[in-house]
């Protein structure tokens, strides 16, 4: 079992930026995907970015080229860039961690942090 913390989250103006981290309290490197989710009010937790230990990345299709996960090894961490940030985007941020697969949005699959809410607002 791995102890996930998310934190960086907030209040930004439509077009602003956040940086969210995801600590693990232990090593990530046996780790096969770590992942960042959401959940907006009255929606389904969805994935929008993964990456796994060998470097790849998948995102979802409405945040290509406006997110960037990324992964420290050293630091337990995992990063999500979001830049050009849009009122869709509200929501509360989970990250998960799983050793052999990209989890789908189930409980029951991997490690899941607390969430973090982002919110996206003028």
């Known amino acids: 079992q791995v102890q996930l913390v998310e934190s960086g989250g907030g209040l930004v103006q439509p077009g602003g930026s956040l940086r969210l981290s995801c600590v693990a309290s232990r090593s990530i490197v046996t780790f096969y995907a770590i992942g960042w989710y959401r959940q907006a009010p009255g929606k389904q937790r969805e994935l929008v970015a993964a990456i796994t230990n060998g470097g790849i990345t998948n995102y979802k299709n409405a945040v290509q080229g406006r997110f960037t996960i990324s992964r420290d090894n050293a630091k337990n961490t995992v990063t999500l860039q979001m830049n050009s940030l849009k009122p869709e985007d509200t929501a509360v941020y989970y990250c998960?961690?799983?050793?052999?697969?990209?989890?789908?949005?189930?409980?029951?699959?991997?490690?899941w942090g607390q969430g973090i809410q982002v919110t996206v607002s003028p």
């Open positions: 998960n961690a799983d050793q052999n697969i990209i989890c789908p949005p189930r409980d029951d699959c991997g490690s």
